[in-house]
C-alpha cells in the first residue's frame, strides 16, 4: 500500500480547503438547497473539514494539533459518512442532484486518503508528527 501514498500533505491541504469550501457552496451550486437535510449535511460535513484542515499538522495548518495520521483516518470516516448520508437522512429517493455530490465527494475523499503520504515534507512538520503519532 506505501507505494499508493504518493500525494503529498501539501497537495492534500489544498484540496481539504477546496473541497470544504465547495461542500459549503454545494447546496446552491448543484440546486439543491431546497432539500433541507441535503444541504444541511453538505454544509456541516464542509465545515468541519474546514475545521479538521486548520487544525492538522501539515503544511497548511494554522494550529497543528491533529496528526496527519488520524486526519487520514478522519477523511476515511467522512468519506463513508458522506456516502451513506443520503440514506441515512432520507434524501436518496430526491433529485439526482441532492444525493449524487454527497456520494461522489465520499468516494473521492476516501481515494485521496488512501493515496495520501501521512508524513509532511516539512522537517518541522515532519518531526512534530512523529511526536504527535507517538513514533520515534
Do not use: C
Not at 444541511?40 to 487544525?55: D, N, R, S
Not at 459518512?81 to 468516494?107: E, T
Request: net charge neutral; no cysteine; charged share 15%.
Amino acid at each position: 500500500m506505501k507505494g499508493m501514498r504518493f500525494i503529498p500533505t501539501r497537495t492534500h491541504g489544498m484540496v481539504d480547503y477546496l473541497v470544504g469550501v465547495v461542500l459549503i457552496a454545494a447546496p446552491w451550486i448543484f440546486r439543491f438547497n431546497d432539500v433541507a437535510s441535503a444541504k444541511w449535511v453538505a454544509i456541516v460535513v464542509g465545515l468541519l473539514m474546514l475545521g479538521q484542515a486548520l487544525m492538522t499538522n501539515y503544511e497548511l495548518g494554522v494550529v497543528p494539533l491533529v496528526p496527519m495520521h488520524l486526519h487520514l483516518m478522519m477523511d476515511s470516516a467522512i468519506g463513508i459518512f458522506l456516502i451513506a448520508s443520503p440514506w441515512i437522512f432520507g434524501f436518496s429517493d430526491d433529485r439526482l442532484n441532492a444525493w449524487l455530490p454527497h456520494v461522489i465527494v465520499g468516494i473521492g475523499e476516501l481515494g485521496f486518503a488512501a493515496m495520501t503520504t501521512p508524513w509532511p515534507a516539512d522537517e518541522a512538520d515532519l518531526r512534530r508528527e512523529r511526536r504527535l503519532a507517538g513514533a520515534r
